[in-house]
């Protein structure tokens, strides 16, 4: 398990990204090697550490699954090596907790899960992966990715007794502060940090030949609509493959939202004019790879919501698409491009839907908020520019003018009828 726990401090600038060489794809290809040695060593003593089988006589009726090795190079974020990673993985399915196995990852998460509650963590109701501990005033919080952990706290020497303790029950390896996690690196500085996906971002224009293409100012053309097209693209599986990696970047980039939301749209049977669509964004990519996601401290704790909606904007099938940005206090948080699912009558409609996905967000993030004790009480305000919509949130009599809207999206109105949200015009 590799843990990572965050304090304030600084980190390098970020590198370009260096060649990287294969991995071993065979025992055979790694026992020549001390550093593979080593890492499949490691491996196999957490294994019998964390006693994860046991042995039995061989029975005739026994099933027996083979297993393999499975081996990476771990890099930082400026490409460097940074540990090498073995793993003993099993070839099939059965009921034992081991690393290939589709019940492994939740064995082993109801374990720690376990583990975390009776040292004293509270689990998260709003974010399962999410653990928290309070005392005396100070608080830590643990986010759990399968065996990748991040810990942070408010009080160092409360953040090391609780590393002791996991390190009691686990085979913990502490990396410090997080300068690169789940191909995301943070970049400290004296205003805060910021989170980016730049050494992604070059994998990504490697992968699909385009290193030394040229930039763009922008992701999609504004002029041209999407329309559709016969000619199909000879290489379906190449776009799903390249959309699907431009959906994680969306992570750290939400300028990218609503283009690589709209590419998703067209996975079934993509054209050749949806490949070009692709490679817009990548050229745009490139030209911005050092853009990040700036997150630093803000005097205001304060939930400020911006939505939108392009009225019928799909030439395809005149559906509106939405989209939302969620501020605590000076920091985005959250973000989101989507295509409404059902046509909407009116500009005024799609506004509302739009609102009602910005409403529903919200309620997550305050949920989340209240649960952690981060929260003021004071309610979120959501900004609209569409009177009509406006309108619509507090004024009950416009009943009879909305009927053909699902009854899913009156819900702000009740947010709004307690006090919860504040709905704004913003011109």
């Known amino acids: 398990m590799r843990l990572r726990h965050m304090t304030h401090g ?36 957490a294994l019998l550490h964390n006693n994860t089988w046991r042995l039995v006589p061989l029975a005739p009726d026994m099933n027996i699954i083979g297993c393999k090795w499975v081996f990476r190079t771990k890099r930082t974020a400026d490409g460097a090596v940074e540990r090498h990673k073995a793993r003993l993985v099993a070839k099939g399915f059965n009921q034992r907790s081991l690393y290939g196995l589709k019940q492994a990852p939740r064995a082993w998460f109801k374990r720690l899960h376990d583990f975390l509650l009776s040292t004293g963590f509270c689990a998260s ?9 309070v005392l005396d005033g100070s ?22 007794t609780l590393l002791n303790r ?7 390896r502490d990396l410090g502060k997080p300068g690169f996690f789940l191909g995301i690196g943070t970049l400290h500085t004296s205003a805060g940090m910021i989170l980016s996906q730049r050494r992604y971002m070059n994998d990504l224009l490697n992968r699909a030949g385009m290193t030394d293409c040229k930039p763009l100012a922008t992701p999609a053309s504004t002029m041209q609509a999407v329309t559709p097209s016969d000619e199909l693209f000879d290489n379906p599986t190449q776009y799903r493959r390249i959309v699907g990696a431009l959906q994680y970047l969306t992570i750290t980039r939400p300028d990218l939202s609503y283009a690589v939301n709209r590419l998703c749209q067209f996975m079934h049977s993509p054209t050749v004019d949806h490949w070009g669509m692709v490679k817009r964004v990548l050229r745009y990519v490139k030209g911005t790879v050092d853009y990040g996601l700036r997150l630093s401290a803000s005097t205001s704790t304060s939930i400020q919501a911006y939505s ?43 506004e509302y839907k739009a609102l009602a996905d910005v409403a529903s967000e919200v309620t997550w993030v305050v949920s989340l908020l209240r649960e952690l004790g981060l929260h003021t009480g004071q309610p979120s305000s959501l900004w609209c ?4 919509a406006t309108y619509l949130c507090a004024n009950p009599v416009f009943h009879a003018r909305t009927k053909h809207v699902e009854i899913d999206y009156h819900f702000v109105r009740d947010k ?8 704004n015009f913003v011109y």
């Open 10 to 45: 600084t980190h390098e600038e970020f590198q370009a990204l260096v060649t990287v060489t294969a991995d071993p794809t065979c025992y055979s290809q790694a026992v020549g090697h001390p550093h593979w040695r080593d890492a499949m060593d490691q491996e196999f003593n």
């Open 308 to 350: 939108d909606s392009d009225w019928a904007g799909c030439p395809v099938d005149r559906k509106s698409t939405s989209g939302y940005a969620v501020f605590l206090g000076s920091n985005l948080v959250s973000w989101l491009s989507q295509k409404q699912r059902t046509v909407a009558r009116s500009s005024t409609e799609a």
């Open 125 to 133: 109701n709003t974010d399962v992966s999410l653990f928290y501990y």
């Open 385 to 388: 520019d569409n009177l009509g």
């Open 416 to 423: 709004v009828a307690s006090g919860e949200f504040v709905v």
């Open 166 to 172: 996991l390190a009691t029950a686990f085979n913990i």
């Open 139 to 160: 608080r830590v919080y643990l986010l759990v990715y399968v065996d990748d952990i991040i810990m942070m706290g408010s009080n160092p020497s409360l953040v090391n």
